[in-house]
């Protein structure tokens, strides 16, 4: 084979279509951009055990709201969590069937930077109360979400409601966002603590007129 054929003919380079300049951005800055997304990664953790820390002082918050003996709860599982429930919520050993929390998804910044972490009255699936609460639970989230306004949603039966903890350019540091997740916790307790103080009396009301009822008369 002529060498020298070789070397004209690549003497004029192909022409192909010209990609995106999205896509000539990362080729070009390949390395440095995979770097970044460790990071990502890594800024993640950083969040969520941010999160965790948290347990301690929202239990002493409430404390200085007149909450003395709030049941703490700390999950690092599917949905990290931290959460706490007034003593009276609970119906025997374990878990209370409600409780109102800082929660996230597994990895708390997403593929965009979105911040995955909110503030929400939870309704544990797996607890063994769950289906007999469901309906109240139900109604909890309707009366919640009219006094909590249009950025709080429901997910029924596990989250009555729910509202991502909002972020600004200025927030972006783990000191914001604790703070900023801090405030949305303590405001939706304060909405929500009376409604499931009165949900929870009306249940434990129900099951003793249930008692009483198989009991029957005195004798």
Known sequence: ???????????????????????????????????????????????????????????????????????????????????????????GPGLSPIQIGIECVKTPIGERGDLRLYAAVIAPISHPMSKIYQPAVAELSVSLRSRLGHEWKANLPRWPVFSYVATTEESWTIHGLVNQAREKFLRLWSVAAPEIDRMMSQNLRQHVDQDAGIAGPAQ
């Open 1 to 91: 084979m002529d060498l020298t054929a070789i070397d004209d003919l690549l003497a004029t380079p192909l022409q192909v279509d010209e990609t995106s300049e999205r896509a000539a951005f990362y080729l070009q800055n390949r390395t440095l951009i995979e770097t970044w997304v460790l990071l990502r990664g890594e800024a993640a953790d950083a969040v969520q055990n941010a999160i965790f820390d948290m347990a301690g002082p929202l239990q002493a918050d409430l404390r200085q709201l007149g909450v003395p003996d709030a049941v703490l709860h700390v999950d690092r599982g599917k949905w990290p969590v931290v959460s706490l429930a007034a003593p009276e919520w609970r119906r």
